[in-house]
């Protein structure tokens, strides 16, 4: 069941984004999970647009989700450019981070999945030190074949937040499958928990600022310029867009 309103949406290239603020998407998580409401959360960037217009099953997919938020400043331009704002980018890793400390603060409990085996050991030692009273109901890294497992697992602790950072488009099919075996909030969030283990290093604050941290990690990881062909093509597709309503 999708709550997001289409008055409070909106649509780039067919993809519905909620056009809210990060506060206020904090607050609207925090009643949902306190009331033990099922919700499923998808972070979209210029890389997932495109992937949903050359996919109609994971685009079908994706529009089931009960949120879909703007992390990527491609998203916040393509709606400057369309002429419809968004109030501003909603990152999936600074939600996540807000959502330990909330949940550190609430004695919430949270089950983890994805990144690699050594990374995700670290997470839990991470998590423990800093978080030390969110409750971990488990862990589990990112290459698995049967899932069953883990599903059992969620179902058995039945934690407030499910985070999966397996990447798109596996953690929307994952979540997707699976969301009914925990009343709780279900999110991916791609590569978080190797940056919050430091396992990879987030851009400095000044590349945040300017919106440039796609460039950083490009720097820091030249493997990942194919990744950016994307933009022009998503920037194509964004002026037809603009100009098929005008006409």
């Known amino acids: 069941m999708n709550n997001q309103s289409t008055a409070n949406t909106v649509d780039i290239l067919g993809i519905h984004f909620l056009n809210t603020t990060e506060k206020a998407f904090q607050n609207i998580l925090h009643k949902r999970i306190n009331d033990g409401t099922n919700t499923f959360v998808v972070t979209a960037n ?22 879909i938020i703007p992390d990527g400043i491609g998203i916040i331009i393509g709606a400057k450019m369309l002429k419809t704002p968004l109030h501003e980018r909603v990152t999936g890793y600074d939600l996540f981070v807000h959502l330990l400390e909330w949940g550190n603060a609430h004695q919430k409990s949270a089950y983890f999945v994805g990144a690699q085996p050594a990374v995700i050991r670290k997470l839990r030692k991470v998590v423990e030190k800093d978080y030390p009273f969110l409750t971990i109901a488990g862990t589990h890294d990112g290459y698995f074949g049967d899932d069953r497992n883990i599903v059992h697992d969620i179902n058995r602790t039945k934690p407030d937040m499910v985070f999966v950072a397996t990447g798109y488009p596996k953690q929307e099919e994952f979540i997707d499958k699976n969301r009914s075996a925990s009343d709780g909030l279900w999110i991916g969030i791609g590569g978080s928990f190797d940056v919050l283990t430091g396992t990879v290093k987030r851009a400095p604050k000044a590349w945040q600022r300017m919106h440039l941290e796609w460039l950083y990690r490009v ?10 062909m994307v933009l022009p093509k998503y920037l194509w597709q964004i002026i037809k867009q603009k100009f098929s309503k005008k006409n």
């Open 46 to 67: 210029p890389e997932i647009v495109m992937y949903a217009k050359s996919d109609p099953s994971y685009e079908k997919l994706i529009q089931t989700a009960d949120y």
């Open 219 to 228: 720097v820091k990881e030249p493997s990942r310029i194919g990744r950016l």
